[in-house]
């Protein structure tokens, strides 16, 4: 059986065909256009997914990737950048109008999924697959099958408080890891250091600022923080991370170094690299659902 995978973002809708061999037939995209509401994009979706399936002659199965989270027992989607999306039920709506069963999670399963079967932890038996970029967010896979829990928050380390001092998350707790570590909260950061406005890559390449050596000694701290309770708790073999963050290379040497530091015992070997598959991840992933 060949798999169908979309991946569903806030400025473009990916789509991808694999063979039973997970090599790749086909991939197409569409502009979201998400001022045109929920139907326009639910229609723009089915035809993505009726152009892939006329390129083979045998059944696929279909994984739809979300940048956003929804509630597992209802399926209503209820974060996410595409507005018009919140409060729908995106999996029960295809699947009537394509008269067929489709799987769906968020984006941050997918990547992990697709790292996990094809990428940097395919030789792995547990990973924990970070997203690090607009957000925070992981998956964990689990001898190669997606792990959600009973309620679909598995791997959701960027909503667990690492401060109750901490500043308000969208999510309504305080002194989330997102708020400390994702890019727009780092970009903040600096601004509030500075008192200028930086991207997040201009940052990393201006180490000389006499602000650098705090702000990066903060991100590296609240990383630790975080990423170490997370495997304290679910102790996976390997950590991948993605998302834009995870281009910046002293998460990998420091970053690592600060992580291991703070595990219980010390005595950890767990592997934290980053990802093989880059922006082709998600939508992989999507069709790696299982």
């Not at 570590?181 to 600096?190: A, F, H, K, V």
């Not at 963050?245 to 530091?261: C, M, R, T």
């Amino acid at each position: 059986m060949n798999k169908i995978g979309i991946d569903l973002g806030g400025t473009k809708i990916e789509g991808i065909l694999l063979d039973e061999q997970n090599t790749i037939i086909n991939r197409k995209r569409v502009n979201t256009d998400k001022e045109k509401g929920y139907d326009f994009i639910l229609n723009s979706i089915s035809s993505l997914i009726q152009d892939l399936s006329s390129m083979t002659q045998n059944e696929s199965k279909i994984g739809i990737g979300v940048n956003g989270t929804f509630v597992k027992k209802t399926g209503l989607i209820t974060h996410t950048s595409t507005d018009c999306l919140i409060g729908k039920n995106l999996k029960n709506d295809l699947e009537k109008k394509l008269e067929q069963k489709i799987l769906i999670e968020n984006d941050a399963n997918c990547f992990a999924m697709a790292e996990a079967i094809l990428g940097s932890g395919k030789d792995y038996n547990s990973v924990f697959g970070v997203i690090m970029g607009t957000g925070v967010g992981a998956g964990i896979v689990i001898d190669k099958k997606l792990y959600t829990g009973k309620s679909g928050l598995a791997g959701e380390w960027g909503h667990h408080s690492i401060d109750s001092d901490g500043k308000p998350c969208y999510c309504g707790n305080v002194g989330c890891v997102d708020t400390f570590i994702s890019g727009p909260s780092l970009e903040n950061r600096w601004y509030e250091l500075t008192n200028e406005h930086a991207t997040l890559k201009s940052i990393i390449t201006n180490s000389s600022n006499i602000h650098f050596k705090q702000w990066k000694l903060e991100f590296l701290e609240k990383f630790s923080i975080g990423l170490s309770n997370a495997i304290n708790i679910i102790d996976p073999d390997i950590v991948v991370i993605g998302g834009g963050l995870s281009n910046i290379q002293f998460l990998y040497d420091e970053g690592k170094k600060a992580v291991h530091k703070k595990i219980v015992g010390h005595n950890t070997d767990t592997q934290i690299v980053p990802n093989q598959l880059g922006d082709s991840s998600g939508v992989i992933g999507a069709a790696l659902l299982n």
